[in-house]
């Protein structure tokens, strides 16, 4: 059975740092391309960053631009983790914050930033709040 696990959100002030993080259970981390997404109220949910193997370094990401340079994902085989490490929090960033797989996708479609369709990831978790405000 497959299964993601969000952890990590909470309230914090602007400029703050979060660590989210994403466990995984039922596949294997590294068949499956791992995306992290927000959704703000009122808001569509929108791509903020994802994470597959392979490419030229072994390992590919991206990231949307309202978050580039702040947040980095990484990911953990040995703990079946993926994480989004966020600095610099700004308001604009509250959101419920989910983790995602996709086995169509693949490293090409993340390094040309096409890694952000929702209806190709099949797996979702549910969600962790990230909420920033002073």
């Known amino acids: 059975q497959v299964q993601l696990v969000e952890s990590g959100g909470g309230l914090v002030q602007p400029g703050a740092s979060l660590r989210l993080s994403c466990t995984v259970s039922g596949f294997t981390l590294d068949d499956y391309v791992i995306g992290w997404f927000r959704q703000a109220p009122g808001k569509e949910r929108e791509g903020v960053s994802c994470?597959?193997?392979?490419?030229?370094?072994?390992?590919?990401?991206d990231y949307a631009d309202s978050v580039k340079g702040r947040f980095t994902i990484s990911r953990d085989n040995s703990k079946d983790t993926v994480y989004l490490q966020m600095n610099s929090l700004k308001p604009e960033d509250t959101a419920v914050y989910y983790c995602?797989?996709?086995?169509?996708?693949?490293?090409?479609?993340?390094?040309?930033?096409?890694?952000?369709?929702?209806?190709?990831?099949?797996?979702w978790g549910q969600g962790t709040q990230v909420t920033v405000s002073s």
């Open positions: 995602a797989a996709s086995e169509d996708l693949d490293y090409g479609d993340v390094d040309h930033g096409l890694g952000y369709s929702t209806e190709e990831y099949a797996y």
């Open positions: 994470i597959s193997v392979g490419g030229l370094n072994g390992g590919t990401t």
